[in-house]
């Protein structure tokens, strides 16, 4: 989208973060978990690394998997590939949020849902 390009032709650097939160939820849907349309999982940390330049209308594939559980967090890695070759990758942590508002240790539901190991 033109919307996502900076005055450069290229797409602009923080456009990539709301491509990975549409596929992170979903991953939340293909799991069967609906947690993420709650706000519980609110971003503490996001990092990226950018490999090749992207421009408007170039198709990427994306993916996203779960790289960690911890009590209270998740660790995402994804990256997105233009032609077969990476042209971003990173990770971003959530931590999830209890009824309180406060960080409280995952369900066991979405543990179990999540947990790459299983």
Do not use: C, Q
């Amino acid at each position: 989208m033109w919307a996502d390009t900076d005055a450069s032709g290229r797409i602009y650097f923080a456009a990539i973060f709301r491509w990975v939160e549409f596929v992170e939820t979903g991953l939340f849907r293909s799991v069967g978990s609906d947690l993420n349309k709650t706000g519980h999982f609110p971003r503490v940390h996001v990092e990226a690394d950018y490999r090749l330049p992207l421009g408007f209308d170039d198709e990427v594939e994306m993916e996203i998997w779960v790289e960690k559980i911890g009590t209270k967090s998740l660790v995402f890695a994804w990256e997105g590939r233009h032609r077969g070759k990476v042209a971003f990758e990173g990770s971003h942590t959530v931590v999830y949020l209890g009824p309180d508002g406060l960080s409280a240790p995952l369900p066991d539901r979405e543990r179990a849902l999540l947990d790459p190991a299983t």
